[in-house]
């Protein structure tokens, strides 16, 4: 069975296995954050804890619908066209408890692509006293939360939302999977300048996806060709794989490509829930770092 075969195989298994639990089941909580019960668990999240990082590890962080699986897809290029790695056949998050397995199991080879939605915090410790290089991605909140409203609410295995209005005060308090988006954020922006650390944007790598993927190898010390560039950027692009992931994701393309789009939350924000997020991100990032590099007032203002 191919990689793609089996990654449909394994989603399969997870929608087929929440068909008759009830929403409350779908989640649960750990350490004070939510988590998708379908894909983690407690013994999971115990395990990584002691989690052993290889110094030539690759690791990605992003907070969810930030461009996950597309930032992703495109390191897996980039390692494919250096070292002709193929890519596994579920997202290589070490939170993940069908990726886990394969990791305690040691069967996969360096160089590995690791991926975490994890806090800063929550990261096993490993990964800091290895210097392990971290791509973080990061989107615009507007956007990031019109899109983890969708994905809610095309998820089978998630509880869904009655409307955006419903959803909205889950997001600003935290009360999703995964956090408050503005705590990743904050703890993140301690860290932009370390050595260890580069930090995308969605829409940066909407705007120049070639000098994105430039920017990823060379971080990565991964040299690649021009000819190679271009071709990951070809068939890298959102729009590329959302026309082809009927191929790479079956029947679930719909719950990892949406619409991919910079300035959506524009159809979906009043404007008191615009307001309410400029007054967040001026309490949490005006003036810092992550704050200039997400271009706040060119994507998010009304």
């Known amino acids: 069975m191919d990689n793609n075969s089996q990654f449909h195989e394994d989603l399969k298994k997870i929608l087929d296995a929440v068909k008759n639990v009830s929403k409350e089941a779908l989640v649960f909580t750990y350490n004070g954050v939510m988590y998708p019960a379908a894909i983690c668990d407690t013994d999971t999240f115990k395990d990584i804890e002691s989690f052993e990082a290889r110094e030539e590890d690759l690791m990605l ?46 069967t996969v080879s360096s160089p590995r692509i690791l991926a975490t939605h994890l806090h800063y915090h929550n990261i096993p410790q490993s990964f800091f006293d290895k210097k392990v290089k971290m791509l973080v991605v990061f989107r615009n909140p507007k956007d990031t939360a019109v899109s983890f409203f969708h994905f809610y609410n095309n998820n089978p295995a998630l509880p869904d ?68 560039v271009k071709q990951i950027a070809e068939k890298g692009s959102f729009k590329y ?18 619409k991919g789009d910079v300035g959506d939350w524009r159809s979906h924000f009043s404007k008191a829930q615009s307001h309410e997020v ?25």
């Not at 069908?98 to 990791?103: E, G, I, M, P, R």
């Not at 889950?170 to 408050?180: H, N």
């Not at 904050?186 to 050595?195: G, S």
Request: glycine residues 6%; charged residues 30%; contains cysteine.
């Open 61 to 106: 962080v992003s907070y969810p619908k930030c461009g996950t699986n597309w930032a992703i897809s495109l390191l897996y290029s980039i390692v494919g066209a250096k070292y002709k790695k193929e890519a596994p056949s579920c997202m290589p998050a070490i939170e993940f408890k069908a990726y886990n397995k394969s990791l305690k199991e040691n």
């Open 278 to 302: 400029d007054s967040k991100f001026e309490e949490c990032l005006a003036g810092t770092k992550l704050g200039e590099l997400l271009k706040y007032n060119v994507h998010c203002k009304w």
């Open 241 to 258: 794989m959302k026309e082809n992931s009927g191929k790479t994701h079956g029947d679930f393309a719909e719950i990892f490509f949406r």
């Open 161 to 228: 939302y009655d409307t955006w209005d419903d959803f909205f005060p889950d997001f600003m308090t935290g009360k999703v999977l995964w956090g408050s988006y503005f705590d990743h954020a904050d703890a993140w922006n301690k860290h932009l300048d370390e050595d260890t650390v580069l930090l995308m944007t969605f829409e940066d790598m909407k705007e120049d996806l070639e000098g994105s993927v430039k920017k990823i190898s060379e971080f990565f010390g991964m040299s690649i060709t021009e000819e190679q």
